[in-house]
Structure formats: C-alpha cells, structure tokens
C-alpha cells in the first residue's frame, strides 16, 4: 500500500538573512499540497554577517505554517537534488499523513552532555508515547566542537611550548566547563540518547561553521540556541532504515596507547613514549611539521582507528595540546591503527551505502556525512551528488556536512565516527 | 559592467572571505572583473608577480585544454592561485585565496561558479535580466 507522503527540497542562495529565510521556506512550502508535518533547516554560516540567524529564522517563519516542528543549524555544507554548496541554506519539509512528529532541545551540551540528552529525550518520549505508528526515528543534531579558548593564547588548535601549554589539559577542562569553547562531546550525548530509547533508528550529526570551528548554532522552531541538542523524532509507517559506511583501511602502522587522560579524550602515551613525539615518529614526520597553520591541512589527514566499548571508532585527530593527542570521543586504551582513505575510496563508500538501500523504495532521504571529506573531495563533491541523484531519481534527499557523526539501529548497534558516510532513507520495502 | 551576469557570478564570489580576488582571464587579457569594489587589498601587493605567473599557466592551458585540461593551481609566497578552465577554450576562472585556505569549500563554490558563467556563456539571452539571478537555483547538469 503506498501511503501519501510528499517531501519537498527548499532552497536559497541570496546573502540577506531575511530574504534567504523567506526563500528557502517557499520554495519548499510551494512543492507540498499539504502543510509539512516537519521542516529541516541547515544553513551556512554566512547569514551571521548579512542580518544574523535571528533574522534568517524570521524570515523561514514569516512563510512557515505556525508551530511546524523545525530543528537544524548551521553546517559548512550541503547537497540536494540541485547540487553541491558551501554558501546558503537548503530545508527538507515533509508532509505524511501516517507519521508523528515531535522536536526536542536540551542545552549546554559541552558542560553537561548527559543531561542535556535526557532532557531532549524526554520531549520525545512525552511526544511519542500515544502515537501508533511503529517505526521510529530520530536525528540527533548536536552543537559541534568550538575551538578551545585558552587564557594568554585564545582560540587555538596547536599549543606544544610555553608557559600554557603546561597546563593545556587543564586550561582545555576549563575552557570545556567555563565557556564550552572545546570538545562537543557529541558521543556521550548520543550515547545517552540511544540509551533512552533504544527503540529508534537514529542519524547523529554535529552543527559547525565553514571548518574554521569558531562558533556553530542551532535552530529549534524560532529560536537560535549554542551548545545545544535538538531532535527532531517521528513514528512512522514508512519503512525506514539507517546505515554507516567510511571507506578507510587499515595501514601497517600501529600502535598502542598506554595512558589516557582529560576524561578519556587525550591520548598521553603510546607505547609508554609521550604520545606527539611519538606520533611524528610513526609517520616520519620532523618535530615542527605541525603548528597551527598545517594541522587542518596535515593530520586531519591521517585518521586512527580507536576502540570504545568494543567497537571501532575511526577519528581524525583534531587538537594537539603539550604531548597529548586530543581526539573528538571518549576512547579505551588499546591498539590502534593508523588508517588511508582516498577520494576513491570515499566515493566507494557511499556507492556501497546506498547499494545497502537497494530494497527500499526511497520517498526521501537525509543523511550527514563528514566535512573532511567535503574539504578532500574539494570540487568533485558532485561526482558524490551524481551517484545520490541516480539512487534517488525524482524524489528528494538532503546531504549536511557534520564534524562528528553516525547512525544508531538495534540491529547495527551504534556506529559514531570521523570521515563516514550516515544514511537514512524512508519509503517502501520492495 | 554593473549588469553583466558574470561580474554578478564574480561578485558572489569575492563576497566569500577567502577569495581574495577572481575573474574570467586568458592569456595576457582579464576578460571579466567582478563589478563592485574589484579585489581585496591585500592581494594588491602581490598582484604584478601573480599577474606574470598566471600568463605563463595560460600558456599551458592554450596547450592542454582541447585535450581535457579541467583545473590547474599554483602557490606563490602565502597565496594559491586557482584555474578553473572553461572546457576546449583557453579562458578560465581565476581565483587568489590565502595559502592555507579551507580550499576544499571554496572549491565547491569555485565549481558551481564555473558551471554558473559556462551556462551563461552558452545561454546568454536567458541570464539578460539581472534581477532574475536572485531567484535562480544553481542545478547541476
């Protein structure tokens, strides 16, 4: 039986906040016949000088039917069936007479991730528990990571000699609880939120700038919140179905991490050395190869595969403090690997990841993906919009770039992870 | 100038903070400048070094572009000078960004930019209003 869902792609590329709100509203509000049960809304950070996100959100709601659920925020890019972007905003509203919607927030995500995840579920939870429908999912969309204000040095990535860098762990601690400038903490959230309700197929996704990591924002209906989590939750009879693919492969380079500390976010010791000397050591790299200005374009480069919880957990090494590796999650100690990954094996993975969908016939998709890959791919992104375009023909799909995401299913369990590919597709089983 | 849809498609460009200066430019000719206030004052300093540079590469892309040339880079002290050639001619779009730029989302603009002059190019009675770029949905072919 097929039941009557419309979804619909909405879209702007003007610079005016107010005017891009309206836009990407309308476009999507014309293709619906009937008024969406929900509307997903990323934009770039762009509007933040051309009238502000306040003003944007204005102008999606000066079109948007009255009290629509809406969740998002801001990401360093998207795709949709119109082609690949790092500049503007896109929104995916669906109407389905089978489905109930319900959004969540929890906020202060970076001081308290565990509280925040139960506070959102807790608004779907309420929303959900009468509704008969019995498939449910969930996108979990976090505050991402903010780089870490240290006192004396600002906002930096890279902090290996002078006075502060003594105390780097610490001023990192600090930064994380006083300000949350650090570590989304992405992981403790989701892993709270699957904890909660274990029945639901969920996609994780992280807001961020233009991969700068100053500042990131996120939506939930008219407001424009930071260091929060928004769900947006829905029980459908759709048949839906989540599914994670990386394309990395593990290298003849490992190694063994003997101490961690901040919690379980720094890598201190590998193989009983100090962990960066170490480190260049492994990948023959000269003391000083690293600084500020060639980390984004150096070790992001070389992902590692950790453990937690038994599972595999492929990251990107994003902050380099004294001699400790900071990584985005919190990991158990361990071997580990260094892990390669190349444009074509990027594209590979998403090829097989919608290969795992072949059974379903999609009325729409959304899916979160990481922005290391956006920066590798550069201007062969579309080749990845070509290969969604022929799985999804007419129908619409929404792509946001994420600094930390994954998917949750109970048969699957939870995949977190850096530089993967997070795929949600609802339709009808064939 | 100030209506030409390819200094409008400039324009959009250069509004992006990493793009220090872009244009539409062949062998010793700047066929199309961006129509507001040109480009970043930094690159000022820079500009008669690169500006050298960038006809040496055109020379190449003259050479190679009947054959397939797509795109074609250079760095120059803490600039990258980016060439997003327009296919089986010997015009590009021209981009200056800062060296260690996040170049892979520029990247994606600078594509969509080429796509956007190419149907321009092709179509130009269509793109004749300027008001209707606004409104327009760039659509991958």
Known sequence: ?430 | MRDDPIAQVLDDLLKLDDILACMVARRNMISVMPSDEGFKPEVNQIWDNIHRAMDDVFGVIGAYSQIGLGEMEFRLQGYEVLFYVFPDTENALVAIVPALANKGLLEVELENARREILKIMTNPNQTSDSKKKDDEVYVTA
Request: aromatic share 10%; with cysteine; glycine share 8%.
């Open chain 1, 1 to 430: 039986m097929n039941l009557e869902v419309e979804a619909a792609l909405g879209m702007s590329r003007k610079w005016n906040a107010r005017e891009a709100g309206r836009e990407v509203a309308e476009t999507a509000i014309k293709n619906l016949t009937l008024p969406p049960d929900f509307f997903l809304l990323f934009s770039t950070i762009h509007y933040e000088k051309y009238g502000g996100f306040q003003e944007f959100l204005n102008g999606v709601w000066d079109i948007l039917p009255k009290k629509t659920p809406l969740i998002g925020g801001t990401v360093p890019g998207f795709i949709n069936n119109y082609g690949c972007f790092s500049r503007g905003t896109s929104a995916l509203a669906v109407s389905c007479p089978s489905m109930d919607v319900v959004v969540g927030v929890g906020r202060n995500t970076k001081r308290n991730p565990h509280r925040a995840a139960k506070r959102c579920t807790e608004m779907i939870q309420n929303g959900l528990k009468e509704s008969p429908y019995k498939n449910k999912f969930l996108l979990n969309f976090i505050s991402g990571p903010v780089m870490p204000s240290i006192p004396g040095l600002g906002q930096k990535k890279y902090i290996r000699s002078g006075f502060i860098s003594k105390f780097a762990i610490q001023a990192l601690n600090l930064s994380q609880v006083l300000v949350q400038k650090g570590l989304a903490r992405e992981d403790e959230v989701f892993e709270e939120t699957v904890k909660q309700l274990p029945d639901y197929q969920m996609i994780l996704g992280t807001s961020m700038d233009d991969y700068r990591g100053m500042k990131n924002y996120q939506f939930f209906n008219d407001e424009v919140l930071t260091n929060s989590v928004v769900n947006l939750g829905l029980a459908t009879d759709l048949n839906l179905d989540v599914h994670t693919t990386h394309g990395m492969k593990e290298t003849d380079q490992n190694f063994t991490i003997t101490k961690l500390g901040a919690g379980n976010h720094a890598i201190c010791k590998i193989d009983g050395k100090p962990a960066v000397p170490e480190l260049l050591r492994l990948l023959d790299w000269p003391e000083g190869f690293l600084n500020e200005e060639t980390m984004l374009h150096t070790i992001l480069y070389y992902p590692i595969s950790l453990k937690r919880n038994g599972r595999a957990v492929p990251v990107v090494m994003p902050l380099i403090m004294k001699d400790y590796i900071i990584v985005p999650c919190i990991i158990d100690d361990g071997k580990v690997s260094i892990l390669t990954v190349s444009g074509k094996d990027l594209i590979n993975a998403v090829k097989e990841n919608l290969q795992y969908f072949d059974r379903i016939q999609p009325e729409f998709g959304l899916f979160s993906t990481c922005v290391t890959i956006l920066q590798t791919l550069g201007h062969r992104t579309n080749i990845v919009q070509e290969e969604l375009c022929k799985y999804f023909k007419d129908k619409s799909f929404l792509l946001f770039y994420s600094a930390g995401e994954g998917t949750y299913s109970q048969t699957e369990d939870m995949t977190y992870a850096n530089m993967s590919f997070n795929t949600a597709v609802f339709g009808h089983r064939n």
